[in-house]
């Protein structure tokens, strides 16, 4: 999404905010950021179907040396 674009729809949102269409001021990041990790996290779900599709958990075996 271009900058401009952003701006225009982040504006738009302003505009419905000071007119009292919603409660809360949204921006177009946090609201696409928010829908991330809810999709994210429903994925996750074993029950999910999209599930199946997400590469294996890795596990991460980190040999370290002791603390002195």
Do not use: T
């Given at each position: 999404m271009s900058a401009e674009l952003k701006g225009q729809v982040n504006s738009f949102l302003k505009r419905a905010f000071?007119?009292?269409?919603?409660?809360?001021?949204?921006?177009?990041?946090?609201?696409?950021?928010d829908a991330d990790v809810d999709l994210f996290c429903k994925m996750a779900n074993l029950r999910h179907y999209v599930?199946?599709?997400?590469p294996p958990i890795k596990s991460c075996n980190h040999h370290l040396r002791p603390k002195g």
């Open positions: 000071k007119c009292g269409f919603c409660s809360k001021l949204y921006s177009v990041e946090a609201i696409a950021y599930h199946s599709l997400l």
